[in-house]
């Protein structure tokens, strides 16, 4: 079955430590993004990446970082310098204008 | 600045009793409205595109339709099983502006 794998579920850190969250699609989409989502608030984009090895800046890609070394995979750092990063992570990919297709989230928590 | 605004916050409706969710939005050069069912804990799954004024989708229970200015998803005779929220976003531009509304939670009750 196609889909987007997000890992871990849920995953905890302390404050200081850098943290990467796991993207991986087998749809053959060319396009992945990492979105934020906080309750109250819509979703807000944090990176995005057209192809292999480009990827650029969202509304709030200040202490993150991404690399897109192959199609299938999008790996997300949440840095020591992101001062908020207890979130809800969303992956998600697309073709073209196609609609968005989002894996099921990581829990991130920092404490 | 584009904005999408979703209401109400929250929707409480007995099984059966049908009604509306609303999306406001002012995105600039729409090129599609989208509407998105989410689960506690989950990502977004993707329900209907919209692409112009007057357009409508069904699925099921559920039908959305798109103004100038608003969507709305109406949902005919809810069961519990469509308790979740729904999210509404407008794209625009380049595909990876999409404006996302901060959700309806809708609870049917049994």
């Known amino acids: 079955d196609g889909g987007i794998t997000q890992s871990p579920k849920y995953l905890f850190r302390k404050e200081g430590q850098n943290v990467t969250l796991s993207c991986e699609q087998n749809?053959?989409?060319?396009?992945m993004y990492w979105y934020r989502q906080d309750p109250g608030q819509g979703l807000r984009l944090i990176y995005y990446?057209?192809?292999?090895?480009?990827?650029q800046k969202g509304d709030i890609a200040e202490g993150y970082s991404v690399s897109r070394e192959k199609k299938e995979s999008f790996p997300l750092t949440v840095t020591s310098a992101q001062k908020n990063p207890t979130a809800f992570y969303l992956c998600?990919?697309?073709?073209?204008?196609?609609?968005?297709?989002f894996g099921n989230g990581t829990r991130l928590t920092v404490t | 600045e584009d904005q999408v605004t979703q209401s109400p916050e929250a929707l409480r409706l007995q099984e059966g009793e049908s009604s509306s969710l609303n999306c406001s939005y002012t995105?600039?050069?729409?090129?599609?409205l989208f509407w998105y069912r989410q689960d506690p804990g989950k990502g977004p799954e993707f329900l209907f595109t919209?692409?112009?004024a007057g357009e409508e989708k069904e699925k099921e229970r559920l039908k959305a339709t798109l103004t100038k200015k608003e969507s709305f998803l109406h949902i005919t005779a809810p069961k519990p099983e469509d308790s979740a929220t729904y999210l509404c976003?407008?794209?625009?531009?380049?595909?990876?502006?999409?404006?996302f509304g901060t959700g309806t939670k809708l609870q049917v009750i049994p």
């Open positions: 976003a407008g794209g625009s531009g380049g595909y990876q502006k999409v404006t």
């Open positions: 998600a990919s697309s073709v073209s204008n196609s609609p968005l297709h």
């Open positions: 995105v600039s050069g729409l090129r599609g």
């Open positions: 919209l692409y112009s």
């Open positions: 749809l053959n989409h060319d396009a």
């Open positions: 990446s057209q192809i292999v090895n480009d990827f």
